[in-house]
């Protein structure tokens, strides 16, 4: 990455807008938007994506299906890796430095002292960014919830997605997962179709009756397609027919179903098997159960199979055990760093059968970390054997020492997966 100094001088001055990282509501949004000339409705078809786990993975099968077609997508995904650039992708490139800075230093403009959080403002800057650079389609992944994201502004997407509904962010959305479901259903709008990933019933339900209550048509797994595996192919079926495709790339079973989502939407789109061959096959997803091959950290123990994955919730726990049950038998370790608004018991207890040890860590930088002595504590209650290390680096080293052939999976959050990414070069 080029220097970020100015963006990132710019991006910190951005967080000083509102004394609150997260507070949903779409009133400081439709101000700034407004101030801005309302670029929200200037966007290329917008398709617009919500759920707990699989918007990212859904994003980027769908965003390597429609440019396998030649399309050029815009892009906007949170948080970031490893630099915030990540987040806004246009016509199918990172956005410059260049170009990146100019549009903060509009916004701030345009903001004045009127305050608003970070998402926020940062998402117009993204709307920003897309109204004025040509594309044939622009994907959006909610950031948190659904109705009241800043993202929520578009009045009439091309598609709308929500992918599978679990618990998370209690605090925000509501305890319950009718609840949850409700907010995330919250992007639904009149008319437009929404194609919808496996759901439990309680969940489907809600989604259902705002989809019928808007007029809106669903493309629900079960119903309108189908997806599933066969003699180590990914099969998709759906009222045009039956795909027999790769499986997907990136690796571990929840990727079917983030695939027949992808493959669903694109099918609505209209794109033709070689695209829906692509989006299996050409995605890129970092963090996502990544195996990483090159860099410092790679090198510092060259025989250590080193993973990286930044699910974070229960349903992320089971994901990943998932992906290990299918992995040749290989004693495997974990460096685990969690925020302290997770449940880490929920997510460690599907990995229990699977490590023969957890290194617990605090996350750098991080002033929500989960302070490592606390995940450990927890790791054992879920009953793992579980020890402390004062950083990933150094975890490695210890696992390394402990077993030289040994599998080690980095876990527990996006941002301790961005800060390996960093460290990892």
Do not use: C
């Given at each position: 990455m080029t220097d970020t100094t100015r963006s990132d001088a710019l991006l910190q001055r951005m967080m000083e807008f509102?004394?609150?990282?997260?507070?949903?509501?779409?009133?400081?949004v439709a101000r700034m938007l407004a101030a801005l000339d309302h670029p929200e409705r200037r966007l290329p078809p917008v398709i617009h994506i919500a759920g707990t786990n699989g918007k990212g993975s859904t994003q980027a099968m769908i965003r390597a299906g429609l440019e396998a077609q030649g399309k050029r997508v815009h892009a906007y995904t949170s948080p970031h890796l490893a630099w915030f650039h990540e987040r806004i992708r246009l016509a199918g490139a990172l956005i410059s430095e260049d170009a990146l800075s100019a549009l903060l230093d509009e916004c701030i403009a345009a903001n004045g002292q009127e305050p608003i959080t970070f998402f926020e403002i940062t998402t117009c800057a993204a709307f920003l960014a897309f109204a004025r650079v040509p594309a044939d389609y622009t994907l959006l992944e909610v950031g948190l919830g659904g109705r009241l994201d800043a993202t929520n502004v578009v009045d009439q997407p091309a598609l709308t997605i929500i992918t599978p509904v679990s618990i998370d962010h209690q605090q925000y959305l509501g305890e319950t997962l009718p609840e949850i479901a409700g907010e995330k259903a919250g992007i639904i709008k009149r008319g437009v179709p929404c194609v919808v990933g496996p759901q439990a019933d309680e969940g489907l339900a809600v989604i259902e009756a705002r989809a019928e209550r808007l007029g809106a048509p669903l493309l629900a797994y079960g119903q309108h397609w189908h997806v599933s595996t066969e003699?180590?192919?990914?099969?998709?079926?759906?009222?045009?027919?039956?795909?027999?495709?790769?499986?997907?790339n990136l690796p571990g079973p929840h990727q079917i179903q983030n695939a027949g989502a992808a493959l669903a939407a694109l099918r609505h789109l209209g794109a033709d098997e070689a695209a829906c061959e692509a989006a299996v096959s050409h995605a890129e997803w970092p963090a996502?159960?990544?195996?990483?091959?090159?860099?410092?950290?790679?090198?510092?123990?060259?025989?250590?199979?080193?993973?990286?994955d930044g699910g974070h919730n229960p349903a992320g726990g089971a994901a990943i055990a998932a992906t290990l049950a299918q992995m040749p038998v290989r004693p495997t370790y974990a460096i685990c760093g969690m925020l302290n608004t997770k449940d880490i018991t929920g997510y460690l207890r599907p990995l229990a059968p699977h490590l023969t040890r957890l290194l617990a860590v605090s996350i750098p930088g991080e002033a929500n970390t989960?302070?490592?002595?606390?995940?450990?504590?927890?790791?054992?209650?879920?009953g793992i054997a579980a020890d402390i290390a004062p950083s990933v680096a150094e975890g490695i080293q210890m696992i390394a020492r402990e077993n030289p052939a040994a599998r080690v999976l980095i876990c527990g959050s996006l941002y301790l997966a961005g800060g390996v990414l960093r460290e990892n070069g």
């Open positions: 509102h004394p609150k990282i997260i507070d949903l509501t779409l009133d400081r003699r180590g192919r990914l099969i998709y079926q759906d009222e045009r027919g039956l795909l027999d495709l790769p499986m997907p996502r159960m990544q195996r990483l091959k090159r860099g410092p950290l790679v090198d510092s123990a060259p025989r250590v199979e080193l993973w990286l989960l302070p490592a002595e606390v995940t450990a504590e927890a790791a054992r209650g879920a």
